[in-house]
C-alpha cells in the first residue's frame, strides 16, 4: 500500500494522465484486503539460481495477473521510490499452472472482485454467507502495454 501510496503521489504531483488507474488499483488492493491477496511458495529459478516466488491461484477471485503485475513492477520500474537498504525485491510468478490456494474467499468484497464462474458454482447458502455489498464497483479493463 505504501508503494501505491507513493506512486500516485508522485503521479498526481507530475499531472499524469494515468494517475487514476493507479488510485483504482489501490482500492482494488484495499478492497481485496489481506485475506484477497495471494501467498508465495518460495523456489530457485533453475537458470540463475536465484529464490523466485511461484503466487498460488485464487480460484474465487476476479482475474488480476496483469494489474497485480503492475504493483509489483513498481519496485524495479521506479527505483527513487525505495532505498537501497532492506530486502530486495525477488520476482514473483504468476500462472495457471501453479498450485492453488488453500485460503478461504473473503466476505464482503464487491462482487466484481469474485470470479464469475467461480459465484455460479456456489450454492445459495455458501453465496449468502459471502455477504456481498450492493455497491456499484467499477472493474477497468486495462491495455495491456
Known sequence: ????????DIKLEECATDAPIWQWLREVI?????????????DTDKRTGLPIYHVTNMKWRQKMVYELNMV???????????SGWGAKPIPRLRDERNSDSCRASPKEIPKKL?????????????YRE??????DFQWLQLLKK
Open 30 to 42: 484495499e478492497k481485496l484486503g489481506e485475506d484477497g491477496m495471494s501467498s508465495d511458495e518460495s
Open 1 to 8: 500500500m505504501t508503494t501505491l501510496q507513493r506512486t500516485i
Open 72 to 82: 509489483d513492477k513498481l519496485r524495479l520500474v521506479d527505483r527513487d521510490l525505495y
Open 114 to 126: 469474485y470470479s464469475a464462474e467461480w459465484l455460479q458454482d456456489q450454492m445459495p447458502r455458501k
Open 130 to 135: 459471502l455477504m456481498i455489498p450492493n455497491e
